[in-house]
């Protein structure tokens, strides 16, 4: 009984060490979040620690109005001190549908050139606003592809960068392949329009979510950061898996969000937000900040874990 028990912990090992190697996907346990739930508690603070991985989130910026500049130097401010190499865009990035070297000099290279000239690069996806041409555009870094995949070099991360406005079934199929064999820790996934949603303007994605949720519950994706509703919102977690929409880069639909909603975590549409992450290990810590330097949410993410059955 003792020989039985100790084969059937070894293969649970290794199960849970290959992450699903054999090509079936395992059973995730939920993320959890522990956030305040009061403006008048103390924002989690980001650990700021040697080694964890630090980015930002932006979604619909591409302005080039006063709330974008403002919001942007809000960003350097806080590279000062907390030195993140990337920012995933949720989209929108040029508002204006003209490709001009003109507008990605005012609506992109200007506002972010403190980022840009200390290293930091921006990863992007594309919005409904936003040119197909834009793939190409050098400091987006998708190197002439619509949808791709992004591995930074420190953690057990990788993100899984859609495109949820000139979606076809071969990027569904391509998802599924890079999702299933992904061994990350933490996936994320990045495409402008949310699948959960308290807007008045656009809401939930519903037949995105009939699509993609299918794919993130099996092959354990514990984040999703979207944009398109121009605000900012942090979704309770629905089936295992926290949603957050960071659409205020630039824009602002004042007042947007339904206060009805059962939906909303936490909601702020009143200023442009940001999002500052950090990973460090099976945690996710994340600060929202205005354009007046304000955080206006905080919290601890605890990555998705597999659950494997040890019974015989």
């Not at 910026?61 to 920012?87: C, N, S």
Request: net charge negative; glycine share 10%.
């Amino acid at each position: 009984m003792n020989t039985r028990w100790l084969v059937l912990s070894l293969i649970v090992a290794i199960l849970i060490a290959c992450g699903g190697c054999v090509g079936i996907p395992i059973e995730a346990g939920p993320a959890t979040v522990d956030a305040p739930q009061s403006v008048a508690e103390t924002p989690v603070l980001l650990p700021n620690a040697n080694g964890s991985l630090k980015f930002v989130v932006l979604g619909d910026f591409g302005t080039g109005g006063p709330g974008q500049y403002e919001l942007a130097a809000q960003m350097a401010r806080l590279h000062d001190g907390f030195k993140f190499d990337i920012v995933v865009t949720a989209g929108d990035n040029i508002y204006g549908g003209r490709e001009t070297s003109q507008e990605f000099t005012l609506k992109f290279e200007t506002p972010y050139k403190p980022l840009l000239d200390a290293g930091v690069k921006f990863y992007a996806t594309l919005g409904n606003h936003d040119a197909r041409e834009q793939r190409f555009y050098k400091l987006f870094n998708m190197n002439g592809e619509y949808y791709y995949t992004l591995k930074p070099p420190s953690g057990s991360v990788r993100f899984f960068m859609i495109d949820s406005t000139y979606r076809t079934p071969e990027e569904f199929v391509w998802l599924e392949e890079q999702l299933k064999g992904s061994n990350d820790d933490w996936k994320i996934a990045v495409f402008h329009h949310p699948l959960y949603s308290s807007g008045g303007r656009h809401g939930s994605d519903v037949r995105l979510r009939e699509t993609l949720e299918p794919l993130f519950i099996p092959y354990n994706v514990s984040v999703v950061f979207s944009g398109h509703d121009h605000f900012y919102e942090r979704i309770k977690p629905q089936r295992g898996i926290m949603y957050f929409i960071v659409g205020s880069g630039g824009q602002l639909a004042f007042g947007d969000i339904d206060k009805r909603s059962t939906l909303t975590a936490k909601g702020f549409d009143t200023d442009n937000v940001f999002l500052a992450v950090e990973i460090e290990g099976d945690k996710m810590y994340f600060n929202a900040i205005s354009r007046e330097g304000q955080v206006i949410d905080s919290g601890i993410i605890e990555r998705r874990l597999p659950v494997v059955d040890a019974a015989p």
